[in-house]
DNA sequence: CATCCGTGGAA
DNA sequence: TTTCCAAGGAT
């Protein structure tokens, strides 16, 4: 017996007899009318599994819905501009995201004439889709046997199997990952999948889980050692830094000028005031704001020059002045957005 | 293996 | 107010 299997359980069930309880369960109690479930198509589940990684489903709901409004067809994307796709995605956030499901669509109409293969290995080729992302459309938007684990599975397997390791940890990774394997079914695995994400999301939570009502607390781990509050394990705490950030606000009765943000930073590709990294002399300040990202906060304070002539002196990025009018036409982060909306009023 | 990459909702 | 964390992937 290895180290790792030394820890678990010695009461779960087989894998026939899990999947086959994740899979009446779910028929009954999860969730099967979510936007991207109603049609059987790929692109649909292609869309959601990118608007899904790391955020949750209410969030995407909406972004889903325009999303198919404005790119009904996976050619549609193909064809689209880089800016019109990072507009649809605006205030989603994880902006690579949105670049990677272009690019996807790009790649799936050259290499497969715009066909989504049903085959994980092949979709790991796909640019934006992982291991998860790859298990996930095979089973979600063809039905075929495959694995897939994300934050949800990583919970329900820590519990059931009771793995004490933290699970963001390449050792519990691959743990996770094999049980994962050996557990999928031959058959109905849309559902299957399903039912250990609806397991996750609504009975098996980070917090407070409703272990009454859950189909496998019978050979639960966790909940037979009263271990559900310590399990998974946490990871340790580490402080989020505050980070100075300063924007130079230039405008006029016609519009603002504004910048595209290079590709390789924070907000790639979405437009901001000019950010510079020293607050500029001869500035007056035109107002604040704060931000929290997922590893810092931002603390950014908006100038506004004495003698815009100085901003060449002080810029390297190109400028470009957007109409009042345009500015819904084009990709803004969430704080620059609103920053905007609340001085909008009184511009210049 | 660690870090980076957004945002919003819940407690 | 702070903390947590969500259908992760790329580097």
């Known amino acids: 017996m290895n180290k790792a299997s030394k820890s678990l359980s010695t009461t779960a069930l087989p894998p026939s007899e899990f999947n086959q309880t994740v899979i009446r369960w779910q028929s009954e109690h999860g969730r099967n009318e979510l936007p991207w479930q109603l049609e059987q198509d790929p692109y649909h589940v292609l869309v959601s599994e990118f608007m899904l990684q790391q955020t949750q489903v209410a969030t995407v709901i909406p972004y889903f819905s325009r999303w198919l409004h404005h790119f009904p067809t996976l050619a549609t994307l193909a064809s689209a501009s880089e800016d019109e796709v990072l507009t649809q995605w605006q205030g989603l956030g994880f902006y690579r995201r949105a670049r990677n499901l272009h690019k996807a669509a790009q790649y799936l109409q050259e290499t497969y004439q715009g066909q989504i293969p049903a085959q994980p290995q092949l979709l790991q080729e796909v640019p934006g889709i992982g291991p ?148 500029p002399l001869q500035a007056a300040l035109h107002g604040h704001f704060k931000h929290t990202f997922s590893h810092y906060r931002l603390a950014a304070q908006v100038w506004q020059l004495a003698h815009p002539n100085q901003l060449a002196e002080t810029l390297s990025t190109g400028l470009e002045l957007i109409s009042w009018q345009q500015l819904k036409n084009i990709a803004l982060p969430t704080p620059i957005k609103r920053y905007l909306d609340k001085h909008q009023q009184n511009p210049g």
């Open 132 to 279: 998860y992302t790859a298990g996930a459309i095979t089973a979600f938007a063809f039905n075929q046997p495959a694995a897939l684990v994300d934050g949800n599975v990583k919970r329900v397997f820590c519990r059931y199997f009771g793995i004490e390791q933290v699970p963001t940890s390449t050792a519990a990774d691959k743990l996770i990952w094999q049980l994962a394997e050996n557990y999928y079914p031959e058959q109905d695995n849309r559902s299957y999948a399903q039912g250990l994400l609806d397991l996750g999301a609504t009975i098996c939570t980070p917090r407070k889980p409703n272990c009454i009502n859950c189909p496998l607390r019978a050979s639960c781990y966790a909940y037979q050692q009263q271990r559900v509050d310590n399990l998974p394990t946490k990871p340790p705490r580490k402080t989020t830094p505050t980070r100075p950030g300063h924007f130079i606000w230039i405008s006029n009765a016609e519009g603002i000028f504004l910048t595209q943000r290079s590709g390789d930073v924070i907000w790639p590709r979405l437009w901001s005031f000019p950010e510079v990294t020293e607050p």
